[in-house]
T-cell receptor, first 114, second 113 residues
Framework: NAGVMQNPRHLVRRRGQEARLRCSPM?????VYWYRQLPEEGLKFMVY????????ESGMPKERFSAEFPKEGPSILRIQQVVRGDSAAYFC????????????FGPGTRLTVT | LAKTTQPISMDSYEGQEVNITCSHN???????ITWYQQFPSQGPRFIIQ???TKVTNEVASLFIPADRKSSTLSLPRVSLSDTAVYYC??????????????FGKGTKLSVIP
């Protein structure tokens, strides 16, 4: 049973470009969460999605960031017009139900903005 | 969410037992205590969760005193592969629907040969 998959693992973008990060949850999981980790910091919650629905995006910056989890295919975290401050590791997690604290994390996508 | 405090770093020799303590003085009645492990360049991994007394699984033990204001993660006979950051999280009970995991800076455990 494959775990949570994220791609790409590393992404380099110039300032002003768009970044698209993909996440495929564990088989059978329909709840997806995105977190961001800045260097030397803990993970910070960004958004919680179920299939075709955004449940909670309270941790997501109001501008340039968006997320989706379509009926078919992976969840996508999209960052438009990236800036250097967006450089971070972005982790996706999934759970079977509306989990409290047992979430399964992917390996992350390391975004570097030059 | 209850605030947690844990040591920034710890060193241990291989084969020793390691105990990492987390303080959570304002833990709520319904809160559970959960520990995650994160290796470099990987996502966090759930280790163990408990409410009171002692919980043990194949990876670790979790000791929670009666007042629940602290908890101790115990790793038996650590090896070099246990070098990682360990996070203590306190929050709503399983099934309560609280999903925003709040990670602090964790405890960076370095295992020395």
């Amino acid at each position: 049973n494959a775990g949570v998959m994220q791609n790409p693992r590393h992404l380099v973008r110039r300032r002003g470009q768009e970044a698209r990060l993909r996440c495929s949850p564990m088989k059978g999981h329909s709840h997806v969460y995105w977190y961001r980790q800045l260097p030397e910091e803990g993970l910070k919650f960004m958004v919680y999605l179920q299939k075709e629905n955004i449940i909670d995006e309270s941790g997501m910056p109001k501008e340039r960031f968006s997320a989706e989890f379509p009926k078919e295919g992976p969840s996508i975290l999209r960052i438009q017009q990236v800036v250097r401050g967006d450089s971070a590791a972005y982790f996706c997690a999934s759970s079977f139900g509306r989990s409290s604290y047992e979430q399964y994390f992917g390996p992350g996508t390391r975004l570097t903005v030059t | 969410l209850a605030k947690t405090t844990q040591p920034i770093s710890m060193d241990s020799y291989e084969g020793q037992e390691v105990n990492i303590t987390c303080s959570h003085n304002n833990i709520a009645t319904n809160d559970y205590i959960t520990w995650y492990q994160q290796f470099p360049s990987q996502g966090p991994r759930f280790i163990i969760q408990g409410y009171k007394t002692k919980v043990t699984n194949e990876v670790a033990s979790l000791f929670i005193p009666a007042d629940r204001k602290s908890s101790t993660l115990s790793l038996p006979r650590v090896s070099l592969s246990d070098t990682a950051v360990y996070y203590c999280l306190v929050g709503a009970s399983p099934g309560a629907g609280s999903y925003q995991l709040t990670f602090g800076k964790g405890t960076k455990l370095s295992v020395i040969p």
